[in-house]
């Protein structure tokens, strides 16, 4: 979720094409990774969104607020309007998903056909989180499309967030798990691989592990490879192969700073980055993973087009357009229109 200037970013005013980034990436894409509710609940609305999707070249976007909301105390001055602001605490916010709800149904249905929302605004150390996912999938019916991003393991924001650590492997998600299983829906992920502090193996990686055990058959996405601020291990392209290899209904997307950092470190494409997203260009997708600030969704796609030149013309569609199409698409109304499970009448069972 970038809230800050990224390298790559910078450009020489004198230079002609200077503004070419704010047209966005050359390639038409999915952004498949883009907060439109922000972390004190506000969206500037479906009409900027779609303005902005529409100058940066975006033809359909994933989208979904945040499950958290930032404190503004007493003591505080200034109003913050990110969790990294200030030092005040987060704690989790609800209402967010109806923020998103609302703003879909308010789009022309050609304009909602290009949105994916979907479901984030509960409290995953919550035994009753399901309830939140069911009701919500009751008032929406038509609406969603998944669930997620859940915000888990995630450097500083966990230890600003009131109540205990989530993490992927919590017993009060499995049933959300299971409920996505069920009804064939994607869940989206964000558990860093280890902490802040300790950068030489990946010490939460054995918390996502057990889940994809635990629930093969639920499709996750590895929100940007498990990387987030300051946290890095070693051998990271591996890692994530490995994942992929191991884990045939796990997706990723690369998002916000893993790019910056592992993939196309100074803006020059990691040979083995490129390597592995030819051989499993069918579960990677690209996003933004702004929070609001639409206006900067050109730059950041367009600081892609360097590693996607280098891809296969079959592996840079897939990544821009394919995977998160595949992923995300058809899944509005799935949950209203599955089948009930049959049970046997227990009358019969006696009987026989």
């Not at 499970?341 to 069972?349: C, D, S």
Request: aromatic share 12%; net charge negative; charged share 20%.
């Amino acid at each position: 979720m970038p809230h800050e200037q990224i390298s790559t970013w910078s450009r020489a005013a004198s230079k002609p094409g200077s503004l070419a980034p704010l047209r966005g990436s050359k390639y038409k894409m999915i952004d498949a990774h883009l907060h439109v509710v922000n972390f004190i609940q506000e969206t500037p609305g479906g009409d900027a969104l779609l303005h902005y999707m529409d100058a940066a070249n975006i033809d359909k976007s994933v989208v979904f607020g945040l499950p958290v909301s930032k404190v503004w105390t007493e003591y505080d001055r200034e109003a913050p309007d990110y969790y990294l602001a200030n030092d005040s605490p987060c704690y989790y916010y609800s209402y967010g998903d109806v923020i998103v709800a609302e703003m879909y149904r308010k789009l022309k249905p050609e304009h909602q056909a290009r949105i994916y929302p979907l479901i984030c605004g509960f409290n995953p150390v919550d035994r009753y989180a399901l309830r939140h996912v069911e009701r919500l999938y009751d008032q929406y019916p038509e609406v969603w499309s998944g669930i997620g991003e859940i915000l888990l393991r995630h450097d500083d924001l966990t230890a600003f967030t009131y109540g205990e650590n989530p993490r992927a492997n919590h017993r009060a998600l499995f049933p959300i798990y299971q409920f996505a299983a069920d009804h064939d829906l994607p869940v989206l992920l964000h558990q860093n691989v280890t902490s802040v502090t300790k950068n030489d193996h990946p010490t939460y990686l054995h918390e996502l592990e057990e889940t994809l055990r635990e629930f093969p058959r639920t499709r996750f996405i590895f929100a940007h490879c498990g990387m987030s601020r300051r946290v890095n291990v070693p051998f990271y392209h591996q890692m994530v192969e490995r994942l992929l290899a191991t884990y045939p209904f796990l997706c990723v997307d690369y998002s916000w700073i893993v790019y910056d950092v592992v993939i196309a470190p100074n803006g020059v494409p990691n040979p083995a980055w490129i390597e592995l997203t030819e051989k499993y260009s069918d579960r990677i997708c690209l996003g933004s993973d702004l929070v609001t600030k639409f206006e900067r969704l050109g730059p950041e796609l367009q600081r892609y087009d360097v590693f996607l030149d280098q891809l296969s013309e079959t592996a840079r569609a897939n990544v821009c357009w394919h995977t998160a199409e595949q992923i995300y698409g058809g899944n509005k109304g799935k949950v209203v229109q599955a089948q009930p499970r049959t049970v046997p009448a227990w009358r019969t069972l006696t009987s026989t």
